[in-house]
């Protein structure tokens, strides 16, 4: 399989824990997305990476949120100190730079957290 | 700044009927607009996009959606609804002239198909 993978599919965990979650992008991908998707909500933008650089981060991205994508292939979001509000289905995406109005998304399947 | 507002959270069509699912959007320069579709537990795939190009764009599985800048809408067509159509479906924008994939969504449109 080639596409987006993201581990683990679904995570549940007690307020105040931190978490991990995983995004293995498509191989010759070098921009990397983190969505956030609550429930009856379209995703909403996170932060992007090209190759290892972080370029963009929403405001929806608290201090308490880190992503990061070390070597510019994988790319990991960590949560800490989780509390019942971060619940949702975290969407990695990735695309290819050079693409211009062409560049498309490949979502991955999410990983779905509940905090308890 | 954009935004995009997806009228109707549910809509429900009879199988061999058409489809109408509507998107309205707002942005302060011209847009590029996308149609996503979320089958359960999978990820988002697109459907089709608008990049200023043809106002009437076709998509996978016998979707359309036409630009219409006067309605500042891009509603999605499909003539002839089948079971396996039944999903969420995405409407969003994001900014032209921009070269990466940050996309303002819309809240979905859950599509249900009665035999």
């Known amino acids: 399989d080639t596409g987006v993978s993201q581990d683990p599919r679904h995570k549940i965990t007690k307020r105040g824990q931190n978490v991990t979650f995983r995004c293995d992008p498509i191989?010759?991908?070098?921009?990397l997305y983190w969505y956030r998707q609550t429930l009856g909500q379209g995703p909403e933008f996170l932060t992007y990476f090209q190759n290892e650089a972080q370029l963009e981060k929403s405001r929806l991205l608290s201090d308490r949120f880190s992503a990061e994508r070390p070597k510019g292939s994988f790319s990991t979001l960590e949560i800490q100190r989780t509390e019942q509000g971060d619940s949702a289905m975290y969407l990695c995406?990735?695309?290819?730079?050079?693409?211009?109005?062409?560049?498309?998304?490949?979502f991955g399947s999410g990983t779905q957290l509940s905090v308890l | 700044a954009q935004s995009v507002t997806q009228l109707g959270s549910h809509v429900s069509v009879s199988e061999g009927a058409l489809v109408l699912l509507r998107c309205n959007y707002s942005?302060?320069?011209?847009?590029?607009l996308f149609w996503y579709v979320q089958y359960p537990n999978q990820g988002l795939q697109l459907l089709l996009k608008y990049t200023s190009a043809a106002t009437l764009v076709k998509g996978i599985n016998g979707f359309e959606a036409e630009f219409k800048k006067s309605e500042t809408s891009f509603h999605l067509t499909k003539p002839s609804a089948h079971m396996s159509d039944a999903a969420e479906y995405f409407c969003a924008v994001r900014p032209g002239g921009t070269s990466y994939g940050k996309l303002t969504f819309g809240q979905g449109t859950i599509l249900t198909v009665h035999p």
């Open positions: 995406a990735s695309s290819l730079i050079g693409s211009g109005p062409n560049e498309k998304l490949f």
């Open positions: 942005s302060s320069v011209p847009p590029y």
């Open positions: 191989s010759e991908h070098n921009r």
